[in-house]
C-alpha cells in the first residue's frame, strides 16, 4: 500500500473499481483491497471488501502456507453458475503468503466471499468476488491447469455478480485440503564443452569416473526436462545453478534465460538457487547486491531464491552478535534484505551438512547433538550435523540446528535440507537429521537427498511431517516417475495434488 499511495495509484485505483469495469487481484493483490494489514499497520488499505488482513498463528503449523490447498465455495448462485470464476473444489491451488483474511461466514463477507480455505487450526479467504471485482489470495498462475482455467475464465468471461446469496457455509464446514509438495530438482551447470546441462552427483560429485571418461554427467536440457516434469505432475521446480560463470556481466547468465524459457510453458512455482549473493561484473563497473540479484530472478520467473553458503555465512554473523551482545537482526545480510522486500516467501535457504560422529555430547562442543540408530565406524552412538558450504567442499564450525534457527529469525521462510552422507545413495532420506530440523524452526522444511524408491517419499512425511519432499536423479533417469511417487503417496493416505482434475 505505501508503494501504491507514494506512485499515486490509490485513487485511480478506486475510480476504475467504481466505474464497474473488470478488476483482478491476486495474493498480495487480494489482501490490499481489504480495510488494513496487520503486516504494515499504519497503511490503511483500498477498503474495497470489509475486514483485514491478519497474520498466521504458527504454534500449530508451518508458516508461511506455503503449497497446494484447496478452495472451497462458500456461496452460488445458481442462476448465473456458467459465469461463475472457473474454480473447480476437487483441484488444489497455489498458496504461499504468511497473512490472510480470516473467514467467518458472517455479517458483511456473506456478500463478497467466494471460496475459502482451511489451512490447519485456521480458515481464510481464499477468494472474493463482488460486482466486476474478483481477487484470489493463491496464485492461478502457478496453479497448473486449474489456475489457468480460472484466468481464461476471467478474460473471457461476464463475471459481473449480479446478485448476493444469503446462506454461506460455517468455517467448521470447509475442508481441509492441503497436500504435500513433490519437487523435482535440477542441478544445472555448463559442461567441458560450455553447455548448459542438468547434471547429478553422487555425494556431490557430478562426473563420471574416469574410466567412463570422467566427463559432466548429463541428463538433459534445463527448460526441456523442467517441462516434463510440469507434465510429469511435478508440484514445484526448483533449479540449482552449480556453475559460477565469474566471467560473464550478471545481466548476461545463462540461467536467466533458463528462467524465461521455462516461464513461457510451466506454471507452478520455480526456485532458483546458486548465485544469489552480492555479485561484480568482470570488468568492475557494477556490483551488484543480492536483493538486485533476487529481483533479477524474480523478473526473469523465479518464484523464490534459494540461499546456500551465505546462509551459513549469514548465521555465522548472527550467532557472533549474540554472543557479542548485539541486535543480532542489523539488516546486512541478503536474507533479511531480500525477505524485507519481496516477503519471506521468497527465501529458501539450501543447507548441505554432514554427519560427524561423536563418543559423547560433550565431544562436540557447543553443537547441537542427536544420539543415532545407525552408531559410526568406530561404534559412536551420537552425531552432530555440520553445514558446509562451497558446494559441500569446506566444512563449518556451524550446525544444522544453528543455521536454521539463525536463518529464520533473519527472515527465511522455508528450508531446503540436504545430506550429503545421502546424496546419490538411493537408500531413504536421513530420517533423524529431517526431524531434528522439523522440530527446531516453524517454517516450511522441504526434505531432499537419498529417495531412491516410492516408500522412501511416504516414509519421511509419515515419520517427520515434512511439508515437501524432493528428488533428482530418480525423475531425471525415470528410475522412479512422479506419477509412481504420487500414487503411492495416494494410496498411503497422504494428500498429494491429482494433476488428471
Same mark, same amino acid.
Given at each position: 500500500m505505501k508503494a501504491l499511495r507514494e506512485s499515486g495509484f490509490i485513487e485511480p485505483l478506486k475510480a476504475y473499481v467504481a466505474s464497474g469495469r473488470p478488476l483482478m487481484g491476486i495474493c498480495v493483490g487480494m489482501q490490499v483491497l481489504f480495510e488494513g494489514s496487520d503486516e504494515s499497520p499504519g497503511e490503511?488499505?483500498?477498503? +474495497? !471488501?470489509? /475486514?483485514r488482513v491478519k497474520l498466521f498463528d504458527s504454534s500449530r503449523k508451518a508458516v508461511p502456507h506455503m503449497g497446494w490447498n484447496g478452495a472451497q465455495v462458500v456461496h452460488q448462485d445458481n442462476a448465473h453458475a456458467a459465469a461463475v470464476p472457473n474454480l473447480n473444489e476437487d483441484s488444489r491451488y497455489y498458496f504461499v503468503h504468511s497473512? $490472510?483474511?480470516?473467514?467467518? /461466514?458472517? $455479517? %458483511?463477507?456473506? /456478500? !463478497? =466471499?467466494? &471460496?475459502?480455505? *482451511?489451512?490447519s487450526d485456521e480458515t481464510i479467504v481464499s477468494s472474493v468476488? *463482488? $460486482?466486476?471485482v474478483f481477487a484470489s489470495q493463491f496464485h492461478p498462475e502457478k496453479s497448473g491447469a486449474a489456475g489457468v482455467a480460472v484466468l481464461q475464465s476471467f478474460i473471457e468471461s461476464d463475471l459481473v455478480r449480479p446478485s448476493i446469496p444469503g446462506n454461506v457455509v460455517e468455517p467448521a464446514d470447509v475442508k481441509e485440503a492441503f &497436500? =504435500? *509438495?513433490? +519437487?523435482?530438482?535440477?542441478?544445472?551447470? %555448463?559442461?567441458?564443452q560450455g553447455d548448459l546441462v542438468v547434471t547429478k552427483g553422487d555425494q556431490y560429485d557430478v562426473r563420471e569416473s574416469a574410466s567412463e571418461g570422467g566427463d559432466v554427467r548429463n541428463l538433459g536440457k534445463p527448460v526441456d526436462l523442467a517441462k516434463r516434469y510440469f507434465d510429469e505432475g511435478a508440484d514445484e521446480i526448483a533449479f540449482l545453478n552449480i556453475t559460477s560463470f565469474r566471467n560473464m556481466p550478471f545481466k548476461d547468465m545463462p540461467m536467466l534465460e533458463v528462467l524465461r524459457q521455462a516461464s513461457r510453458s510451466i506454471f507452478v512455482p520455480l526456485t532458483i538457487g546458486g548465485g544469489v549473493r552480492d555479485i561484480a561484473d568482470p570488468d568492475g563497473q557494477r556490483v551488484w547486491p543480492? =536483493?538486485?540479484v533476487a529481483g533479477e530472478y524474480f523478473r526473469s520467473g523465479a518464484d523464490k531464491v534459494s540461499i546456500g553458503s551465505?546462509?551459513?555465512y549469514a548465521a555465522e554473523q548472527y550467532w557472533q552478535r549474540v554472543a557479542d551482545g548485539q541486535e543480532p537482526l542489523d539488516g546486512s545480510t541478503a536474507i533479511e534484505q531480500i525477505a524485507e522486500r519481496y516477503g519471506r516467501q521468497a527465501v529458501v535457504i539450501s543447507v548441505d551438512p554432514r554427519r560427524v560422529y561423536v563418543s559423547s555430547p560433550e565431544d562436540a562442543g557447543a553443537h547441537h547433538v542427536i544420539k543415532?540408530?545407525?552408531? /559410526?565406524?568406530n561404534g559412536e552412538?551420537?552425531?552432530?550435523?555440520?553445514? &558446509? =558450504?562451497?558446494g559441500g567442499r569446506e566444512g563449518r564450525d556451524t550446525d544444522v540446528r544453528q543455521l536454521v534457527t539463525a536463518c529464520e529469525a533473519l527472515g527465511a521462510g522455508e528450508v531446503l535440507l540436504n545430506c550429503m552422507d545421502k546424496d546419490g545413495t538411493n537408500s531413504g532420506y536421513d530420517l533423524e537429521l529431517v526431524a531434528d530440523t522439523k522440530a527446531a524452526v516453524k517454517i516450511p522444511v522441504i526434505a531432499s537427498s537419498g529417495a531412491g524408491k516410492p516408500e522412501h517419499f511416504s516414509e519421511v512425511v509419515e515419520s517427520t511431517g515434512v511439508e515437501a519432499v524432493l528428488a533428482a536423479g530418480i525423475f531425471h533417469r525415470r528410475e522412479v516417475p512422479i506419477e509412481a511417487v504420487k500414487k503411492h503417496l495416494r494410496e498411503r493416505a497422504i494428500p498429494i495434488r491429482d494433476t488428471t482434475i
Open positions: 490503511p488499505g483500498l477498503g +474495497i !471488501f470489509e /475486514g497473512y $490472510g483474511v480470516p473467514y467467518t /461466514g458472517q $455479517g %458483511a463477507q456473506k /456478500g !463478497f =466471499v467466494h &471460496t475459502a480455505t *482451511r489451512y468476488w *463482488r $460486482g466486476s &497436500t =504435500v *509438495r513433490v +519437487i523435482a530438482c535440477l542441478d544445472v551447470r %555448463a559442461n567441458d543480492a =536483493v538486485q551465505d546462509a551459513v543415532t540408530a545407525f552408531p /559410526g565406524p552412538q551420537y552425531c552432530w550435523y555440520q553445514c &558446509t =558450504v562451497k
